[in-house]
């Protein structure tokens, strides 16, 4: 250790000495400034209700109640974040190792709380008010999602992002969505119109009201759903009304990987456009039931079966 007191070399060292903890503490001073923001600055993003959800630091530890949020979670970077899920969240690969916490519609409220969440994702229409009442009540922050158009699906992957921390997966993520979504309207804006009909279940007959997401890709694809009227959405029918509406094509998914037998018994029905055009056709459930970036893989299939029933047409 130098003893700086007199002559120009000691005068020399002291200054040069000066000058580097000045620079140490610039330097840590920078440091402050622009990486505190990163590990602890407050989250603020309103869900898909209006509401405000308001986070200290971004989540680390994601409870989300329903299989759709837990995909899109993953989308957005955000997969090893999630400590609890529901039953059926299958998507991606990973997803299946995350503890579930029960059913999306009837979970366990003892086992969410027990997994200490800073951040509970719930689904408006899925899970039960009750449920989610329950869990505002204890405190625990809350982002209701509810996206109704295929849209919302690249804004859930951005405000999933914020809130977990994950901007820079989920960024370009969203953008990659927003311009796949943009090339499959190009492709089937102008088309002539296809009434459609689609069947969620047999018993009972349920199809999709005006607010469903998948009335949007019917939309999207150049498709009139013939139920598009109906507030609920997934409202019971009967098959005088499908009759009565006479659509000219059947559209179903079912609740597995392949096509549910019920769609022949629409067969019998031989007064109606899509029987008599052979246009009875499905589409799997995960890819079109489930707002998550799959969607658009489904909304692919769909529109291609409407062109298919534009090609059956008779001159």
Not at 10 to 34: M, P, T, W, Y
Not at 76 to 84: L, M, N
Request: positive net charge; hydrophobic residues 40%.
């Amino acid at each position: 250790m130098k003893w700086i007191d007199v002559g120009n070399v000691h005068r020399k060292d002291a200054k040069a000495q000066r000058k580097n903890e000045i620079r140490s503490v610039l330097c840590a001073f920078a440091a402050g400034v622009f990486m505190i923001p990163f590990a602890h600055a407050e989250v603020s993003v309103r869900d898909d209700l209006g509401n405000t959800v308001r986070l200290a630091q971004p989540a680390k530890r994601i409870v989300s109640l329903a299989p759709h949020m837990t995909e899109t979670l993953f989308a957005a970077g955000a997969g090893s974040q999630i400590v609890g899920t529901v039953d059926y969240s299958d998507f991606p690969e990973a997803a299946k190792k995350i503890p579930r916490v029960g059913g999306y519609s009837r979970f366990d409220l003892e086992r969410v709380a027990a997994l200490k969440p800073d951040l509970i994702v719930g689904w408006y229409s899925g899970n039960a008010p009750a449920h989610i009442e329950k869990l505002q009540a204890l405190g625990f922050p809350l982002y209701i999602s509810q996206p109704n158009q295929i849209d919302h699906i690249a804004t859930e992957i951005e405000r999933f992002g914020e809130l977990a921390g994950t901007t820079a997966v989920a960024t370009p993520e969203a953008r990659r969505f927003r311009e796949q979504l943009a090339a499959l309207r190009a492709r089937y804006s102008g088309k002539a119109t296809v009434r459609t009909f689609y069947q969620i279940w047999k018993q009972p007959l349920m199809t999709i009201g005006k607010n469903q997401i998948i009335s949007d890709v019917v939309r999207l694809c150049g498709g009139s759903n013939v139920f598009g009227q109906i507030e609920q959405m997934a409202p019971a029918v009967t098959v005088e009304a499908v009759i009565a509406a006479n659509p000219e094509v059947i559209i179903a998914s079912g609740m597995g990987d392949s096509r549910p037998e019920w769609l022949d018994d629409w067969k019998k029905w031989t007064s109606i456009d899509a029987v008599k055009r052979d246009n009875l056709f499905f589409v799997p459930p995960e890819l079109i039931q489930r707002h998550t970036p799959r969607l658009l893989e489904g909304t692919e299939k769909l529109c291609q079966h409407l062109e298919t029933v534009r090609t059956r047409r008779k001159p």
